[in-house]
């Protein structure tokens, strides 16, 4: 048995390197950007956090940075996690799974990373998925006509891009949102005047329990929250947290922090 295990155990790590070398240079430099940024908070001593916020493979480090930044400068301390190595996430309140690439993002996790989120959240955690994290998060991606079905399932809908007109990856552009009723009553009053940073994010199609936050110009979903057991799960199609200049020596937009919180129902 010892020896079985021992086996599967390599074959384990034998795929997890496969599937990182296969990695484009992009994504390699990122994913070194994001364990360098680990490795950095660890240092200098991480307290207590009320949001954990993924940071590995497929995460677009710019962007999990600015949700950091911003959260932080509200009073809201982050811890930025690994999600090849994911901790006990009970002692958090929420979890957020940013932008950069859903399929990566997906490996990054693996299938026991999918299973504690899914527990985290049926236990009564709040998840948020900014871009690719709500492709990750659904159980249906739709992209570019073709569908892939994703394990994770939070949201039991279909999460389809890029929507017609807006700006398709690697390109970003800028996206204007309305509010619905229920989104002015969760909180949201002010971000419809806001241009929201778009590249090749989700729409959100069908699914049960739904309440739509958010719509594109064109009508359909981009931002949608459902109770998932306990817990609850939103998810939102642009970037509220990245500046429109999309420079790394810019901060976060002013305020967006209050819409994060408000998203995040902490």
């Given at each position: 048995m010892r020896c079985l295990i021992f086996w599967l155990l390599l074959v384990a790590a034998a795929l997890a390197q496969s599937?990182?070398?296969?990695?484009?240079?992009?994504?390699?430099?990122?994913?070194?950007?994001?364990?360098?940024?680990?490795?950095?908070?660890?240092?200098?001593?991480?307290?207590?956090?009320?949001?954990?916020?993924?940071?590995?493979?497929?995460?677009?480090?710019?962007g999990a940075?600015?949700?950091?930044?911003?959260?932080e400068r509200s009073g809201t301390p982050c811890q930025v996690l690994d999600p090849a190595g994911l901790p006990p996430l009970d002692r958090f309140s929420a979890l957020i799974l940013p932008g950069g690439y859903a399929p990566v993002q997906y490996y990054g996790l693996g299938w026991s990373g999918c299973l504690k989120v899914a527990e985290f959240?049926?236990?009564?955690?709040?998840?948020?998925?900014?871009?690719?994290?709500?492709?990750?998060i659904s159980r249906t991606v739709r992209y570019q006509s073709v569908n892939y079905p994703y394990p994770l399932a939070l949201y039991d809908g279909t999460a389809e891009g890029?929507?017609?007109?807006l700006a398709?990856?690697?390109?970003?552009?800028?996206?204007?949102?309305?509010?619905?009723?229920?989104?002015r009553e969760l909180g949201l009053a002010g971000l419809e005047k806001?241009?929201?940073?778009?590249?090749?994010?989700?729409?959100?199609?069908?699914?049960?329990?739904?309440?739509?936050?958010?719509?594109?110009?064109?009508?359909?979903?981009?931002?949608?929250?459902?109770p998932y057991g306990k817990g609850k799960v939103v998810a939102i199609g642009a970037h509220m947290e990245c500046p429109p200049d999309l420079e790394e020596t810019t901060a976060p937009p002013a305020g967006c922090e209050k819409f994060l919180l408000k998203l995040l129902g902490i």
């Open positions: 599937w990182e070398s296969q990695l484009t240079a992009y994504e390699q430099q990122n994913l070194r950007k994001n364990r360098a940024w680990i490795a950095e908070r660890r240092s200098q001593g991480e307290g207590a956090a009320r949001v954990g916020v993924l940071a590995g493979a497929g995460v677009w480090n710019f940075r600015c949700l950091v930044t911003a959260l959240t049926n236990q009564g955690g709040h998840v948020l998925g900014i871009c690719a994290g709500g492709y990750l890029p929507v017609a007109g398709v990856y690697p390109d970003y552009g800028p996206a204007q949102i309305s509010l619905t009723p229920a989104g806001r241009t929201l940073i778009y590249g090749s994010g989700p729409r959100f199609v069908g699914g049960t329990a739904i309440t739509v936050l958010m719509t594109y110009s064109d009508g359909t979903a981009a931002a949608i929250s459902r």
